[in-house]
């Protein structure tokens, strides 16, 4: 009933009355919860956090984050709370702390992460030529044609991959290009997603500004 409730409340844009639901429902099923009903204690923990998130209160929000995060369970239910730790954490300034926390979601997932350091040219470089070789002979139709992706761990890494573009450019402008780099290969060889529009237009612009080849971009 609870859990019903704070949707209702969020779907009408009420977090303040979403969040105290959510809460209720968490406490009410206990620290059996878990056990005893295990999707609807996911969804009150998970659900919880956007709402405290979306509300500023990051104490509470935290708790939930943490009821989720020490479980042993599948990395993929724990995306939700995980995609909310890296916006929060970027909210309240500690960039680097978001950084790490979405280069760690993505190991866990199985997917490559960049290293946390600055980028040197030649690795740079490497890493652009891979994607011209997958790029060589395609055209911006043959791009729009490519199929929907449809695997759900690389979509959940595609995601994190948004978020580090914006994170990364803060702390290590030379990790940008890298992550870059790896939404475009994940476009090219899985399928696209709605990240791959930014993650396209972001090569572009990599084209046009620091390797100076305006007319690929």
Same mark, same amino acid.
């Given at each position: 009933?609870?859990? *019903?409730?704070?949707?209702?409340?969020?779907?009408?844009?009420?977090?303040?009355?979403?969040?105290?639901?959510?809460k209720?429902g968490r406490?009410?099923l206990g620290?059996?919860?878990?056990e005893?009903?295990?999707?609807?204690?996911?969804?009150?923990?998970s659900?919880?956090?956007?709402?405290?998130?979306?509300?500023?209160?990051f104490d509470?929000?935290?708790e939930?984050?943490?009821?989720?995060?020490?479980?042993?369970i599948?990395?993929k239910?724990k995306y939700?709370?995980?995609?909310?730790?890296?916006?929060?954490?970027?909210?309240v300034g500690?960039?680097?702390?978001?950084?790490?926390?979405a280069?760690?979601? *993505?190991?866990?997932?199985?997917?490559?992460?960049p290293?946390?350091?600055?980028?040197s040219?030649?690795?740079?470089?490497?890493?652009?030529? *891979?994607?011209?070789?997958?790029?060589?002979?395609?055209t911006a139709?043959?791009?729009?044609?490519?199929?929907?992706l449809?695997?759900?761990?690389?979509?959940?890494g595609?995601?994190?991959?948004e978020?580090l573009?914006?994170?990364?450019?803060?702390?290590?402008?030379?990790?940008?290009?890298?992550?870059?780099?790896?939404s475009?290969?994940?476009?090219l060889?899985?399928?696209?997603s709605?990240?791959?529009?930014?993650a396209?237009a972001?090569?572009?612009l990599?084209?046009?500004?620091?390797?100076?080849?305006p007319?690929?971009?």
């Amino acid at each position: 009933m609870n859990l *019903r409730a704070g949707v209702k409340a969020s779907e009408n844009a009420a977090f303040d009355t979403a969040k105290v639901y959510f809460k209720a429902g968490r406490e009410a099923l206990g620290s059996r919860g878990w056990e005893g009903d295990y999707s609807t204690m996911l969804d009150l923990c998970s659900d919880g956090a956007n709402a405290c998130f979306l509300t500023g209160d990051f104490d509470t929000m935290n708790e939930f984050l943490d009821e989720v995060l020490c479980k042993d369970i599948d990395t993929k239910e724990k995306y939700r709370v995980s995609e909310i730790k890296v916006k929060s954490l970027l909210t309240v300034g500690k960039v680097n702390e978001s950084i790490n926390a979405a280069l760690d979601f *993505r190991r866990q997932l199985g997917i490559p992460a960049p290293q946390k350091k600055a980028a040197s040219k030649f690795t740079i470089i490497r890493e652009f030529i *891979r994607v011209k070789k997958l790029l060589k002979g395609k055209t911006a139709e043959d791009i729009a044609n490519l199929p929907d992706l449809d695997d759900e761990l690389y979509e959940m890494g595609q995601r994190m991959n948004e978020h580090l573009a914006t994170s990364v450019y803060l702390v290590e402008p030379t990790m940008l290009p890298l992550v870059i780099f790896q939404s475009v290969t994940t476009s090219l060889k899985h399928g696209v997603s709605p990240t791959s529009s930014p993650a396209f237009a972001r090569l572009g612009l990599l084209l046009c500004g620091p390797f100076g080849k305006p007319h690929e971009g």
